[in-house]
C-alpha cells in the first residue's frame, strides 16, 4: 500500500508515478472510502457511457385563413407543411431505448447523426455532444 501525505497546505502529495501507476489521470474522478480508522482509501470512480433514445414531443398550433364552411382545408395546408407556426409547448420527452454503447461507437454515431461536423477533432466531438458525469453531479 502507498501512502499520500497532506502537505501544510492541505494539499495531498503523491509519491512520484503514483497516479500514473494506478491508471488515473487529470479529470478523472475519485471515490473516497473512510476506512474507520483515522485513514481513506481512494478509488478510481469506473464510468460507462449509455445511448439513449426519445421522441420529443410538442403541442403545436396554426391559424389558418380559409374560406367559409372550409375548415378541412386548414388541415391540409398544415398537413402539406405550408402553415406558419403559431406556437409550441413541449410536453417533454419519451424514452424509447437505452443501452450501453462502446466508447470506440461513439464517434462514428456521432459523424453518422452529425454529419456537418465530421471534419472536427474528437475531442471536440466529445465535449460538444456527450454529457460527462461532471456536467450533472454535484449540480
Do not use: H
Amino acid at each position: 500500500m502507498m501512502t499520500a501525505e497532506v502537505n501544510e497546505d492541505g494539499y495531498l502529495i503523491f509519491p512520484e508515478g503514483l497516479i500514473e501507476g494506478l491508471g488515473w489521470k487529470v479529470g478523472d474522478n475519485i471515490n473516497w472510502t473512510d476506512n474507520g480508522d483515522g485513514s481513506w482509501t481512494m478509488s478510481k470512480q469506473e464510468t460507462e457511457f449509455v445511448l439513449v433514445e426519445a421522441i420529443g414531443q410538442f403541442r403545436m398550433r396554426y391559424v389558418v385563413e380559409v374560406p367559409v364552411g372550409k375548415k378541412e382545408w386548414a388541415e391540409d395546408v398544415v398537413t402539406m407543411n405550408q402553415a406558419k407556426e403559431f406556437s409550441q409547448q413541449s410536453l417533454g420527452e419519451m424514452i424509447i431505448s437505452s443501452r450501453v454503447i462502446p466508447n470506440e461507437e461513439i464517434i462514428p454515431l456521432c459523424d453518422e447523426d452529425n454529419d456537418y461536423i465530421k471534419t472536427w477533432a474528437d475531442d471536440q466531438k466529445l465535449n460538444a455532444f456527450v454529457t460527462n458525469i461532471k456536467d450533472y453531479e454535484n449540480v
